[in-house]
């Protein structure tokens, strides 16, 4: 990857980098319990949270060369409801989240769709993203993207320490990739559904 988070636009949305003014926002996406259910942290508590949230997740991450961690903001006010992240690993994995008030609008798919696009202009072999089986809209999202389920898996998820079972999607952009085996290996109860 040779870019840096470029600003996107889509018919309803700006897909921007996060910066120091949007601490507010960021504060209500990562505060919003409904939200964070399905995600790998506790939601925030307190403000100053927040701040910590940008600098860990975002002003280190852009002093890099490389990677894709969007605010997903609607036009009409710039200001993120949610983000959009890609892993700059090994897996591609794609990762989204919205507050509550702005489930149900297609926002989400409208958003991953612009980032898939560019994904693809940019070089990127393949992406990956995985739904805890109790989250049936996220793998809706995934389905959307054109991504297919590949394997199931389950891992005992930190922090929240609890035990998730996960579905896999993969999308490849190169038709010689395969299907990315690494958590099919890592974690020993997985299996194929069908779904």
Same mark, same amino acid.
């Given at each position: 990857m040779?870019v840096?988070?470029? /600003? #996107?636009?889509?018919?309803? #949305?700006i897909?921007r980098?996060f910066?120091?003014?949007?601490?507010?926002?960021?504060?209500?996406i990562?505060?919003? %319990?409904?939200?964070?259910?399905f995600?790998?942290w506790?939601?925030?508590t307190?403000?100053a /949270?927040a701040?910590?949230?940008?600098r860990?997740?975002?002003?280190q991450?852009y !002093?890099r060369?490389s990677?894709?961690?969007?605010?997903?903001?609607?036009k009409d @006010?710039?200001?993120?409801?949610?983000?959009?992240? #890609?892993a700059?690993d090994?897996?591609?994995?794609?990762?989204?989240?919205?507050?509550?008030p702005?489930?149900?609008?297609?926002i989400?798919?409208e958003?991953? !769709?612009a980032?898939?696009?560019?994904?693809?202009l @940019?070089?990127?072999p *393949?992406?990956?993203a995985t739904? @805890?089986?109790?989250?049936?809209?996220?793998?809706?999202v995934? %389905? %959307?993207?054109?991504?297919?389920?590949?394997?199931?898996?389950?891992?005992q998820? /930190?922090p929240?320490?609890?035990?998730?079972l996960f579905?896999m999607y993969? #999308?490849? *952009?190169?038709? @010689?990739i395969?299907?990315?085996k %690494?958590?099919w290996y890592?974690y020993?109860?997985h *299996?194929?559904?069908?779904?």
């Amino acid at each position: 990857m040779a870019v840096n988070t470029p /600003q #996107l636009y889509t018919g309803r #949305l700006i897909l921007r980098k996060f910066t120091a003014d949007d601490i507010d926002a960021i504060y209500e996406i990562y505060a919003d %319990k409904a939200a964070n259910v399905f995600l790998p942290w506790h939601a925030l508590t307190k403000f100053a /949270q927040a701040e910590e949230v940008y600098r860990q997740k975002y002003a280190q991450f852009y !002093r890099r060369r490389s990677g894709y961690r969007y605010a997903v903001c609607l036009k009409d @006010d710039n200001v993120p409801i949610g983000y959009i992240h #890609l892993a700059d690993d090994d897996s591609f994995d794609l990762g989204y989240g919205l507050r509550r008030p702005f489930w149900g609008r297609g926002i989400a798919t409208e958003a991953c !769709r612009a980032v898939v696009d560019r994904l693809k202009l @940019d070089g990127v072999p *393949f992406i990956t993203a995985t739904h @805890d089986v109790n989250n049936p809209a996220s793998g809706a999202v995934m %389905k %959307k993207l054109g991504m297919r389920y590949t394997y199931s898996y389950r891992e005992q998820w /930190q922090p929240k320490n609890i035990s998730v079972l996960f579905r896999m999607y993969q #999308l490849n *952009f190169d038709a @010689d990739i395969g299907v990315f085996k %690494k958590y099919w290996y890592m974690y020993p109860e997985h *299996f194929i559904e069908e779904i």
